[in-house]
C-alpha cells in the first residue's frame, strides 16, 4: 500500500503520530460496529474499532429518560450473546448501552474509545482513516456510525421563529422539566415524536404535527402481540426487503418520514389530549409557528425531525441524489473496500432493529473475506 499523505493537524490536535497498518478500520462502536467486529473475530481478521465516545454505550445512554427498545429482550440480543433481560420484557436505554459495554467486553474486541475520525481518504487500493489520535492505513473501512445520521435535521423556518420560544431537537430532549411551563409543539410524527408528545402531555398542552406514518395497533406488552410479534418479525426480516416491491416501497418511506408507530397509538394520544395536525410547520407568523393555517402560541417546539446523514468526512465517491450511500446491503456500489453496517433499511424493514443488524453485519463481513481472497499474494 502507498505511503499515506503527510500528517495533518486537526482542531489543534496533533495528528504526527506513526501511521498505524491494520486490514479493517471499523469506524462507530454501535451495535451496528460490534456486530460487524464479531463477524470478523471469527474469521480471524484484523480489524479496530474506533469510537469518540468515552465508554461503548454512551450513544444509547445519551437518549431522552424513558427511551425504551420497541423489540422484546428476547429478540435484543446481538450475534453470541443474548440480551440479559426477562424475555418479553422492554430495555430501557441504560440497559442497551450496558449490554453494548458487556459485549465488546465479553468478545475482548479490540476498541479504540476517545478516538474522533476525521476523515476517510483513498490510498492506492486502500484507504487512510485519520483520527485525533493518529492515522490507519487500511485496506477496508466499515462505517457504522449510526441508522440514520447524528447531524439533526431542523427544518430553515427555525430560524424565523421569535427567539423567546425554546427550541430543542428530539436528541437533545431528557425530561418534561427541561420545557418549563407553557403549550409545546412536537414537530415529527414517526414512533419517537409520537413517544415525546404522549409524554410531554402529561404536563404540558401539546400539539402533534406530521404527516401519519400508520401504526401497528397491538399494544406492544399485550397478549395479542406476543403472538403476532415472530410473524412480524418474519415479514420485516424476509419479505419487506430491498429485493421485493413492497419492500422497495417501504424503504423509501422509511428512509425519508420514519417508522410507524409502535408504543404509542393514535388512541393513546387522544386519551391524553394531543392535539394531533397531520400538516407540518407550514410558515411562521409574527414568530410563531404556523400549522394547520393557524398560528401557533406555544413556549416550546421540539423538532422530532430526525437526522440527515453526514458523510462529508468521507472523501470518496459514495453518495446518490437522495443524499445517502449508494451501496447494496453495506458493500458501496462505486468503492471496493468501503462498507456500511448499521443504515436504515440496509437489507430490510429489521435492519433497524438490534435483531436485524446481526445478519447485515456477518454479510458485510463476508465481503470482506471474499475479497480479501481475491487479493493477489505478493
Given at each position: 500500500?502507498?505511503?499515506?499523505?503527510?500528517?495533518?493537524?486537526?482542531?489543534?490536535?496533533?495528528?504526527?503520530?506513526?501511521?498505524?497498518?491494520?486490514?479493517?478500520?471499523?469506524?462507530?462502536?454501535?451495535?451496528?460496529?460490534?456486530?460487524?467486529?464479531?463477524?470478523?473475530?471469527?474469521?480471524?481478521?484484523?480489524?479496530?474499532?474506533?469510537?469518540?465516545?468515552?465508554?461503548?454505550?454512551?450513544?444509547?445512554?445519551?437518549?431522552?429518560?424513558?427511551?425504551?427498545?420497541?423489540?422484546?429482550?428476547?429478540y435484543d440480543g446481538l450475534p453470541g450473546l443474548p440480551f440479559p433481560a426477562p424475555r418479553w420484557s422492554f430495555p430501557g436505554k441504560d440497559q442497551v448501552g450496558d449490554y453494548l459495554d458487556s459485549y465488546a467486553r465479553h468478545f475482548d474486541l479490540p476498541v479504540r474509545l476517545r478516538t474522533r475520525v476525521v476523515s476517510v481518504?483513498?490510498?492506492?487500493?486502500?484507504?487512510?482513516?485519520?483520527?485525533?489520535?493518529?492515522?490507519?492505513?487500511?485496506?477496508?473501512?466499515?462505517?457504522?456510525?449510526?441508522?440514520?445520521?447524528?447531524?439533526?435535521?431542523?427544518?430553515?423556518?427555525?430560524?424565523?421563529?421569535?427567539?423567546?420560544?425554546?427550541?430543542?431537537?428530539?436528541?437533545?430532549?431528557?425530561?418534561?422539566?427541561?420545557?418549563?411551563?407553557?403549550?409545546?409543539?412536537?414537530?415529527?410524527?414517526?414512533?419517537?415524536?409520537?413517544?415525546?408528545?404522549?409524554?410531554?402531555?402529561?404536563?404540558?398542552?401539546?400539539?402533534?404535527?406530521?404527516?401519519?406514518?400508520?401504526?401497528?395497533?397491538?399494544?406492544?406488552?399485550?397478549?395479542?402481540?406476543?403472538?403476532?410479534?415472530?410473524?412480524?418479525?418474519?415479514?420485516?426480516?424476509?419479505?419487506?426487503?430491498?429485493?421485493?416491491?413492497?419492500?422497495?416501497?417501504?424503504?423509501?418511506?422509511?428512509?425519508?418520514?420514519?417508522?410507524?408507530?409502535?408504543?404509542?397509538?393514535?388512541?393513546?394520544?387522544?386519551?391524553?389530549?394531543?392535539?394531533?395536525?397531520?400538516?407540518?410547520?407550514?410558515?411562521?407568523?409574527?414568530?410563531?409557528?404556523?400549522?394547520?393555517?393557524?398560528?401557533?402560541?406555544?413556549?416550546?417546539?421540539?423538532?422530532?425531525?430526525?437526522?440527515?446523514?453526514?458523510?462529508?468526512?468521507?472523501?470518496?465517491?459514495?453518495?446518490?441524489?437522495?443524499?445517502?450511500?449508494?451501496?447494496?446491503?453495506?458493500?458501496?456500489?462505486?468503492?471496493?473496500?468501503?462498507?456500511?453496517?448499521?443504515?436504515?433499511?440496509?437489507?430490510?424493514?429489521?435492519?433497524?432493529?438490534?435483531?436485524?443488524?446481526?445478519?447485515?453485519?456477518?454479510?458485510?463481513?463476508?465481503?470482506?473475506?471474499?475479497?480479501?481472497?481475491?487479493?493477489?499474494?505478493?
Amino acid at each position: 500500500m502507498p505511503d499515506a499523505p503527510p500528517a495533518l493537524s486537526v482542531d489543534g490536535m496533533d495528528t504526527t503520530q506513526k501511521t498505524r497498518e491494520i486490514e479493517t478500520v471499523i469506524i462507530g462502536a454501535g451495535q451496528a460496529g460490534l456486530s460487524t467486529g464479531y463477524h470478523l473475530q471469527r474469521r480471524g481478521h484484523q480489524f479496530v474499532i474506533l469510537d469518540a465516545s468515552a465508554r461503548v454505550g454512551d450513544n444509547w445512554r445519551q437518549q431522552w429518560d424513558t427511551l425504551k427498545l420497541y423489540t422484546p429482550a428476547q429478540y435484543d440480543g446481538l450475534p453470541g450473546l443474548p440480551f440479559p433481560a426477562p424475555r418479553w420484557s422492554f430495555p430501557g436505554k441504560d440497559q442497551v448501552g450496558d449490554y453494548l459495554d458487556s459485549y465488546a467486553r465479553h468478545f475482548d474486541l479490540p476498541v479504540r474509545l476517545r478516538t474522533r475520525v476525521v476523515s476517510v481518504d483513498p490510498d492506492g487500493d486502500g484507504f487512510v482513516v485519520t483520527t485525533d489520535r493518529g492515522r490507519y492505513s487500511c485496506r477496508n473501512v466499515v462505517v457504522a456510525t449510526g441508522t440514520f445520521g447524528r447531524t439533526p435535521r431542523i427544518p430553515e423556518i427555525a430560524s424565523e421563529l421569535d427567539p423567546a420560544i425554546l427550541q430543542l431537537h428530539s436528541s437533545q430532549y431528557r425530561r418534561p422539566e427541561q420545557l418549563g411551563a407553557g403549550p409545546v409543539l412536537v414537530v415529527g410524527a414517526s414512533h419517537s415524536g409520537c413517544d415525546l408528545a404522549f409524554e410531554i402531555a402529561k404536563t404540558n398542552p401539546t400539539v402533534l404535527a406530521g404527516r401519519d406514518c400508520g401504526q401497528i395497533p397491538p399494544q406492544l406488552d399485550s397478549r395479542q402481540m406476543r403472538v403476532m410479534f415472530p410473524l412480524l418479525l418474519f415479514a420485516w426480516r424476509h419479505v419487506l426487503t430491498r429485493r421485493t416491491p413492497v419492500g422497495r416501497k417501504t424503504m423509501a418511506k422509511i428512509r425519508h418520514h420514519g417508522g410507524p408507530m409502535l408504543r404509542v397509538k393514535r388512541s393513546d394520544l387522544a386519551e391524553r389530549g394531543v392535539e394531533r395536525v397531520t400538516s407540518r410547520v407550514e410558515s411562521v407568523a409574527d414568530g410563531r409557528p404556523v400549522v394547520d393555517g393557524t398560528p401557533r402560541d406555544v413556549a416550546t417546539i421540539v423538532w422530532a425531525t430526525g437526522f440527515r446523514q453526514s458523510f462529508a468526512w468521507i472523501h470518496l465517491p459514495m453518495l446518490g441524489d437522495d443524499g445517502w450511500p449508494r451501496e447494496m446491503r453495506g458493500a458501496a456500489t462505486e468503492t471496493p473496500g468501503l462498507y456500511f453496517c448499521g443504515l436504515s433499511f440496509q437489507y430490510c424493514f429489521g435492519s433497524m432493529l438490534l435483531s436485524g443488524v446481526g445478519r447485515d453485519a456477518g454479510f458485510v463481513a463476508g465481503r470482506i473475506a471474499a475479497r480479501k481472497a481475491l487479493t493477489p499474494v505478493s
